[in-house]
């Protein structure tokens, strides 16, 4: 019995979702999908690609379709990945898989999804998850040769991850807000390991610039070693460091947004 995980920008309203399990269970009626989230942000390839960076390695191993894909019927090739971990990726060229194939312990095949045995005989320019993928990861779950799917793509060439690299100096990271949960906490693009390399360590503050807000944030284990209202920076559950407020909204207090730059800075001694 083969897994396939599924993520979309398309929500629940529509019929989308339900064309595209459709397909699946007509080709592979004895898969089992995992639903990992149909509310992705419309478009939003950067919140696409962090959820599921963050979920895929919870899953068992199979094929994961994904479909946040502002481009399709564009120049964005269709892809499957092949990735260390066993999982095959399907899904656009847009940076939504650069990250979880990182994790999954990187990719050892790429191929461009173009040979139309995995299609619908119609392919809408329009709707490349029902018509291409959704097929494709089928085909895929029940056996199928990824390289039969395609011809070869190099990983270099493929698109990266869809926010800048933090950037590392000797007294201070400038780094970004890449996302911002229900409870308005703000996780930055740098994990625990980077902030170790300026010497910081949990018990230690650090001036925190964003907004146009700066402030001297403890940085501690839990929200609760902080009173409540009080900021504080953590390590989440996923390994990303994080700010909070305790028992409030980070997001709307700092007036901060997705995308939005953030110095940290060690103070002095």
């Not at 960076?53 to 502002?70: F, K, Q, R, S």
């Not at 990266?160 to 807000?177: D, G, N, T």
Request: glycine share 10%; hydrophobic share 45%.
């Amino acid at each position: 019995m083969g897994f396939i995980g599924f993520l979309s920008d398309f929500g629940l309203r529509d019929e989308w979702v339900a064309a595209c399990k459709g397909i699946i269970y007509r080709i592979a009626p004895d898969s089992r999908i995992i639903d990992i989230s149909h509310e992705i942000p419309a478009f939003n390839i950067r919140k696409g690609a962090l959820v599921l960076a963050l979920a895929l390695p919870y899953c068992p191993i199979g094929v994961h379709m994904a479909v946040v894909d502002p481009g399709v019927g564009g120049f964005r090739r269709p892809l499957a990945l092949k990735v260390g971990r066993g999982d095959i990726l399907v899904g656009p060229d847009n940076g939504l898989f650069a990250l979880a194939a990182e994790r999954l312990g990187g990719i050892e095949i790429g191929v461009e999804i173009k040979n139309r045995r995995y299609m619908l005989d119609k392919v809408s320019p329009t709707f490349h998850g029902r018509d291409i993928f959704a097929p494709t990861a089928a085909h895929l779950s029940n056996g199928a040769d990824i390289a039969d799917v395609g011809p070869l793509l190099d990983p270099k060439l493929l698109a990266e991850v869809p926010w800048p690299k933090p950037i590392i100096e000797r007294e201070r990271i400038i780094c970004q807000v890449i996302d911002i949960d229900r409870f308005g906490t703000l996780r930055l693009s740098i994990n625990a390991l980077k902030l170790k390399e300026l010497g910081v360590s949990v018990g230690r503050p650090l001036w925190v610039g964003v907004s146009g807000h700066r402030h001297l944030m403890p940085f501690v284990e839990t929200f609760e070693d902080v009173s409540a209202g009080e900021f504080l920076m953590t390590v989440d559950s996923s390994n990303w460091i994080s700010i909070a407020q305790n028992l409030g909204n980070a997001a709307e207090r700092l007036n901060a947004s997705v995308g939005d730059e953030v110095v940290l800075k060690v103070p002095a001694s």
